[in-house]
């Protein structure tokens, strides 16, 4: 006899949805997302990916080919037959207090109860606070009293970038069950194990744990990472204080295996719809818990400020001024191999210079459609990077995408009307830039 054939329903096919429901898909499961998007939907329908992801498009096309990957609006035909049904919806920052929105979360969870005719464990993909897959599982009671189904919290960990390898070969899988009622967690964990077959096969850790501390590791893991960017951007700071070196001194540190070399490069602050918010939102959990949470206070604190201190940076350079200045700006989203710009630094950053006068030259490999609505309306949008240093009198750098490491030093300086970089990725090699006449400013180093 084959296996049997694990099916389950995706609600939301943003980021989350759509990476993780191929990944499922790939290894043999069936997935049918929902999406109500209409301009998302029908892109997904007609073989179209609506996001910059490296692998994605392939990996779709794969599965929807093979009938493992459905896409469609409605949800009932979506959840007939499930095992397990995710919310992969967004938890945006409520207004006003920082703690995460979790009107999509609730709506879907209403939708899923009127739409499920069977046993299914209803799993949250989507970063939620402690607490809210047990609020789950009470609306969906009280919309179907007659519903059998248990709840599971599974976060994701995937970074914008990479995520299909992170789905693919996670360093963990943390889920979550309702530990109280040790009947039910058996029964979901049954199933999830099931789901998670493909990957246990590939040694990947699937960590069991109550619901509250599933959904709390997610907020504290990213907060973590948060608080280590933070860490090494002040140190960067303290490094040109004292005439050190940043990246000897992350590398240094790194080596060290209780520390870790990743996520210790300095930059112009943390950005992406996920850090910023959730770190925003872990310091609400711990005010409403009356717990302390200082680090993560500050962590959020600093980042703030890091941006704000960017601009400043680069305006010193420009000898204290950018007023009628043109600013060649290299990379506009939050990070490279994304043409995500939620939080991306550059728009205070930009906002900041064009504030003081400064005419924006900009050039992304693929955030500058998304990127318009967000940054100062008169920024130019180039066609290359090196059409953006023409005229410039500073170039700056904002994300490190592959592509300018290779940028003739040669081709930038016949160019720019003034030969200064601001390089807030450290990706160009001090002695070059400067042996080829530039006065060149990185982060953290001589
Ligand atoms: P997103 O905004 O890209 O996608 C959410 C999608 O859900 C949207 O396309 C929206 O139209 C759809 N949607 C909303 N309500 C729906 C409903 N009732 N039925 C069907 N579709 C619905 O968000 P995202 O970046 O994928 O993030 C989703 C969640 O995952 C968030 O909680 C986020 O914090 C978390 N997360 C995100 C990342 C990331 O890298 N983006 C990584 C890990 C976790
Ligand atoms: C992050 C986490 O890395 C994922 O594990 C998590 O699943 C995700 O958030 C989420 O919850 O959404 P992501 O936001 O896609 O992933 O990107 P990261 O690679 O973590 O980068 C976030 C920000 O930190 C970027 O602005 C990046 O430039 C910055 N960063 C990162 C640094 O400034 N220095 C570093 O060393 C690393």
């Known amino acids: 006899m084959g296996e049997v054939l694990v099916r389950i329903a995706m609600i939301g096919g943003g980021y989350v949805g759509l990476v993780s429901g191929a990944c499922f898909a790939e290894f043999g499961l069936h997935v049918a997302v929902v999406e109500t998007n209409p301009g998302r939907l029908s892109a997904l329908r007609e073989g179209r990916i609506p996001i910059y992801e490296p692998g994605l498009d392939a990996l779709v096309e794969t599965n929807a080919r093979a009938g493992r990957l459905t896409f469609g609006d409605d949800i009932a035909q979506a959840v007939a037959g499930a095992d397990a049904v995710f919310i992969a919806v967004g938890t945006p920052p409520r207004n006003g207090d920082g703690a995460a929105d979790l009107q999509y979360v609730h709506a879907a969870a209403r939708q899923i109860a009127h739409a499920l005719t069977g ?22 009671r ?22 299909i390898d992170d789905c693919m070969r996670p360093d963990r899988v ?12 058996r029964r979901a964990e049954a199933v999830m194990q099931r ?16 619901l509250e501390t599933a959904e709390l590791t997610k907020y504290a893991s990213n907060s973590f990472l948060a608080m280590k960017i933070s860490f090494i951007n002040e140190m960067a700071d303290l490094c040109e204080k004292l005439g050190a070196n940043v990246q000897d001194l992350a590398y240094g540190m790194g080596l060290d295996e209780r520390i870790g070399s990743r996520f210790l490069n300095p930059g ?3 950005g992406g719809s996920c850090f910023p918010k959730d770190t925003l939102a872990l310091s609400r959990i711990a005010q409403e818990a009356q717990s302390g949470c200082r680090l993560v206070e500050t962590t959020v604190q600093v980042n703030e400020a890091r941006k704000a201190a960017m601009a400043g940076r680069i305006i010193a350079a420009c000898g204290g001024s950018v007023n009628n200045k043109t600013v060649a700006v290299l990379g506009l989203t939050f990070k490279p191999e994304t043409d ?14 064009a504030e003081a006068g400064a005419r ?22 180039c066609e290359t990077a090196l059409e953006s240093a023409q ?13 300018f490491r290779s940028i003739s030093p040669e081709a930038l300086a016949q160019r720019m009307q003034a030969k200064i970089i601001v390089d807030l990725r450290n990706i160009f090699d001090p002695a070059v830039m400067r042996k080829a006449g530039f006065t060149y400013l990185s982060v953290g180093r001589p």
């Open 268 to 270: 112009p602050g943390y």
């Open 360 to 381: 924006l030259q900009a050039y992304d490999q693929v955030g500058m459609e998304a990127a318009k609505p967000l940054l100062p309306p008169e920024t130019t949008y």
């Open 340 to 353: 995500d710009m939620r939080e991306s630094s550059s728009i205070p950053i930009l906002h900041r210079l």
């Open 195 to 210: 789901v998670y077959e493909p990957l246990k096969k590939l040694n990947a850790p699937l960590v069991f744990t109550g």
């Open 174 to 185: 943390i889920i979550g069950l309702d530990q109280k009622q040790p009947e039910r967690a």
């Open 142 to 163: 009280a919309t179907r009293p007659d519903l059998d189904f248990d709840v599971a919290s599974n976060p994701e960990f995937l970074r914008e970038g990479s995520a």
């Open 391 to 403: 005229n410039a009198d500073v170039l700056v750098v904002l994300t490190e995408w592959e592509q």
């Open 119 to 140: 046993y299914a464990v209803i799993v949250t993909k989507s970063t939620v606070p402690v607490g809210s897959s047990r609020r789950i599982a009470e609306i969906i």
